[in-house]
């Protein structure tokens, strides 16, 4: 079956615009998440969903970070106000369920761009 | 606070000569832990996991990863390298806490000589 797939794949913007990250997990799978990558790091957690409710938004940098899963499957990031430190590749993965020996997979990120 | 160090960054090899890349976690008890790679224009790939058992965990692609309690390192291992292996890895812990969050190292990349 598909994977995870995010749209776009790449995404440049100017400073101070907003921008929209899509996701979309395998059919079925209850828990989805949201990593950033920042140039020659690891991914660092951002939120994590289980089911339509953000059960842990910990990972957001600040407010102008804002996550929706309204029915359960797609999931969009949302930057409002983008600055260059954004600039990153954000990385969604879904697990069948949230238990902790359940595999993440994950989608291919989206790289964005901030002038 | 619960972190996962990778110390080499960069690393070389030859295309046969068998490879170990290192990882060492901090955190009270034990976690779950980890491997997974990362191709260019690739998503992260897994590549084993350690939840229990025995310490010794074997993966795809010809991987294997050692637990050791004692040295807080689960450390990768592949006897002989292909040209494919090249990527990215990058070594990532659960604390265990009910859901799946994970913890990444920094990430080590591999080069292959041919």
């Known amino acids: 079956g598909a994977g995870v797939s995010q749209t776009p794949s790449n995404k440049v913007t100017e400073k101070g615009k907003y921008v929209e990250l899509r996701c979309d997990p395998i059919s079925g799978h209850t828990a989805l998440y949201w990593y950033r990558q920042s140039l020659g790091q690891g991914p660092e957690f951002l939120i994590y969903f289980q089911g339509t409710g953000a059960a842990d938004d910990s990972g957001l940098p600040n407010d102008r970070f804002f996550a929706v899963r309204p029915e359960g499957s797609v999931s969009t990031l949302k930057i409002q106000r983008t600055e260059r430190g954004d600039s990153a590749v954000y990385l969604c993965?879904?697990?069948?369920?949230?238990?902790?020996?359940?595999?993440?997979?994950f989608g291919p990120g989206t790289r964005l761009t901030v002038l | 606070a619960q972190s996962v160090t990778q110390p080499d960054i960069h690393i070389t090899v030859s295309e046969g000569a068998s490879l170990e890349l290192r990882c060492n976690y901090s955190y009270g008890a034990t976690p779950y832990l980890f491997w997974y790679v990362q191709s260019p224009g690739q998503g992260l790939q897994l590549l084993l996991k350690?939840?229990?058992?025995?310490?010794l965990v074997q993966g795809i692609k010809g991987f294997e990863a050692e637990f050791k309690r004692s040295q807080s390192s689960f450390n990768l291992r592949k006897p002989s390298v292909h040209w494919s292996d090249a990527a990215e890895y990058f070594c990532a812990v659960v604390i265990s806490g009910g859901y799946n969050k994970l913890i990444f190292g920094a990430g080590t990349r591999l080069a292959v000589h041919p």
């Open positions: 350690y939840f229990s058992g025995d310490t």
């Open positions: 993965a879904s697990s069948r369920t949230s238990g902790e020996e359940d595999e993440q997979f």
